[in-house]
């Protein structure tokens, strides 16, 4: 390899995948260069029509949903499940294969618990998300405009939480208890909705995978 096409190479700007709007704060960088944004529709949502899933209310509803880690807490369930009865709005809540919905307390005629739907399905038909702050959760929910009551439970979840109750699109809560009150904010608060709306916009604004793929095939060839 010659000199010429060494520091050819050396002249090529990283790139680096951004995989969050910038709503959610720079992310921290392993090497210098400019960011390739990576939209949230890059992990596809999947789903299928909201009449094809066994046991969905008529919408609208709010998605409660505690993730694929923290989920596990027959307790939180309880909780959460008694907590919205007087709210006004049907609860739709995926708690996971790791919880047996027969030892959970009769549910309240407005709360539905289900092992599993798909996302998309849930989000078409949703009002509003009571979530983990999750990251594939949260972009989820703005990609369709819904405003949010976050309940970070660890890992980035206090993060994206902050960061999205700093857009005036969710409202963040500290246990189950707070949580008929955080989504009576976010359902009945038009601005929340607003501002879900315009994080909506910046979610769709970023480029399809296939667009970072040329950027990136393009960037190997002149290496």
């Known amino acids: 390899m010659g000199q010429a096409t060494r520091q050819a ?7 680096l995948l951004r995989p969050v709007p910038a709503f959610a704060g720079q992310p921290r960088q392993v090497a210098p260069g400019p960011l390739l944004p990576l939209p949230a529709r890059a992990s596809g949502l999947g789903g299928v029509a909201d009449d094809e899933v066994a ?3 008529r919408p609208p509803w709010v998605w409660a ?7 596990a807490n027959p307790r939180a369930w309880a909780r959460l499940a008694e907590e919205p009865k007087d709210l006004g709005a049907r609860v ?4 996971g294969d790791g919880i047996d919905l027969t030892g959970l307390p009769p549910f309240p005629p407005n709360f539905t618990a289900l ?6 399905s849930l989000l078409e038909g949703a009002a509003a998300v009571l979530c983990h702050a999750g990251a594939g959760t949260l972009l989820g929910a703005l990609r369709y405009g819904l405003p949010l009551a976050c309940w970070p439970q660890g890992a980035d979840q206090f993060h994206n939480a902050r960061a999205c109750e700093a857009t005036g699109a969710s409202v963040t809560i500290s246990n189950a208890a707070e949580a008929a009150n955080g989504l009576r904010y976010v ?3 038009k601005s929340y909705r607003s501002a879900a709306q315009r994080l909506q916009e910046e979610v769709l604004a970023m480029p399809f995978p296939a ?3 040329q950027v990136l095939e393009e960037l190997a060839r002149r290496r």
């Open 9 to 15: 190479r050396r002249d090529v700007p990283a790139r």
């Open 55 to 57: 046991g969905l209310p």
């Open 65 to 71: 949903t505690l993730g694929t880690v923290f989920n």
């Open 92 to 95: 739709v809540a995926t708690v």
């Open 115 to 120: 092992s599993f739907a798909p996302a998309r």
């Open 187 to 189: 359902l009945d608060g």
């Open 211 to 213: 667009q970072c793929v």
